[in-house]
């Protein structure tokens, strides 16, 4: 259980393990591979080229990141419109990585960027008629919205009682803008890849692909947060309400067989399933593994109550979803515009800066969680507001 904390009377606390050590040296690396990145310039620190402008950053730390952000929005829509109050403890953390999430995010989407210092031109240079614009305004505005919901959290431990008043009065508008603008950014992320039909693999290109994004997103979004919620619980010894999860997690089977036969029927529909599965080419074998491994055995796992509440059998379960996700944004926005002729490997600087990127976000939600009033259990969260 968590209290509030006051900075006068308690100290800041990490303890240096071997393992934050060797995090630690990643996330020093990859931003120190950063830095060189805007030095030096894409060209001599990426693989991308003109014909492959898109890789690792974009597939990964941008797409990637950001559907596994949708814990924030998923519960929020869950617990505070459906009124699963019950479930109340897991907001924070869920808004906490969504937050991190996000800032790494828009810290790849820099180092992506040719001219990154231009990155704030859609603030007041308008395409209306661009998907990438309405990215951009998304972006911008939930990250400012889940900066508010995350401020309860250093408010309290810093004791400060009025802020901490004014935005409990003004959370609930932020729920709501906090829902509608992560829903429409999920979903606008495939709309990116609507004019790429010439050059994405029928598997994954569709005229619903915003659609499919969306599905995804609430599929991880569950499955995020009893994976942070096994994992922290082994790594940082706090206990494990392997039941409440459980609980929790009863809707996700249905809403992962639900994106699934959206899938199968929107490709079945267009005619594409079975030609393109014959293939026999690492796109139709990409497919199946993201189909089977990401969205049918899990869902098939988690239909069953003693593995919804056995933590281990549980954490299986949520990895193969969130291992899932990030397969298919890899295969949307990489593998599924490979070629034989035309295909992009990723250089050394990319690894290592998007490693970096994950071993600075495990960093900071680790520190946050240890210093600041993050966990609550349900006694201590009815009487806190809600977050998204």
Request: with cysteine; proline share 6%; aromatic share 12%.
């Amino acid at each position: 259980m968590s209290t509030p904390v006051n900075s006068s009377h308690s100290e800041w606390a990490f303890p240096l393990t071997r393992a934050r050590l060797i995090i630690l040296l990643l996330a020093a690396v990859g931003i120190g591979t950063l830095i060189w990145r805007f030095a030096v310039g894409l060209g001599e620190s990426t693989n991308l080229r003109d014909d492959f402008p898109w890789g690792l950053w974009i597939g990964f730390d941008m797409m990637t990141g950001v559907a596994l952000a949708a814990g924030g929005f998923t519960m929020a829509f869950y617990i505070e419109i459906l009124g699963k109050e019950k479930y109340h403890q897991f907001v924070r953390p869920a808004v906490l990585t969504a937050f991190i999430g996000y800032l790494l995010a828009i810290v790849g989407l820099l180092g992506d960027l040719g001219l990154p210092w231009r990155i704030y031109h859609p603030i007041y240079m308008w395409n209306h008629h661009s998907f990438m614009f309405e990215v951009a305004w998304c972006v911008i505005l939930y990250t400012n919205v889940l900066l508010v919901e995350f401020l309860p959290i250093p408010l309290e431990r810093f004791g400060l009682k009025k802020p901490l008043a004014i935005v409990k009065k003004v959370m609930p508008v932020f729920i709501v803008l906090g829902i509608i603008l992560s829903t429409l950014h999920q979903s606008s992320l495939g709309s990116l890849f609507l004019m790429m039909e010439h050059k994405l693999h029928a598997l994954w290109w569709s005229p619903i692909i915003p659609v499919h994004f969306l599905l995804t997103a609430i599929c991880v979004g569950f499955a995020m947060v009893a994976f942070e919620s096994i994992l922290g619980g082994w790594l940082l010894k706090h206990p494990i309400n392997a039941k409440l999860l459980g609980d929790l997690l009863k809707p996700l089977p249905f809403v992962l067989l639900t994106a699934l036969g959206v899938r199968l029927a929107d490709l079945y529909l267009r005619g594409v399933l079975p030609g393109a599965l014959a293939e026999g080419s690492l796109q139709s074998w990409s497919f199946i593994i993201e189909m089977s491994f990401g969205l049918l055995l899990p869902a098939l796992m988690l239909l069953l109550p003693k593995i919804r509440e056995t933590p281990s059998y549980l954490f299986t379960a949520v990895t193969l979803v969130v291992l899932g996700v990030i397969l298919n944004r890899v295969n949307v926005g990489m593998i599924g515009m490979f070629t034989p002729d035309n295909y992009y490997v990723p250089s050394l600087a990319e690894w290592v800066v998007s490693v970096g990127l994950v071993a600075s976000g495990i960093l900071a939600v680790v520190f946050i969680t240890e210093n600041m009033p993050v966990r609550q259990d349900h006694h201590e969260s009815e009487q806190q507001p809600a977050a998204a």
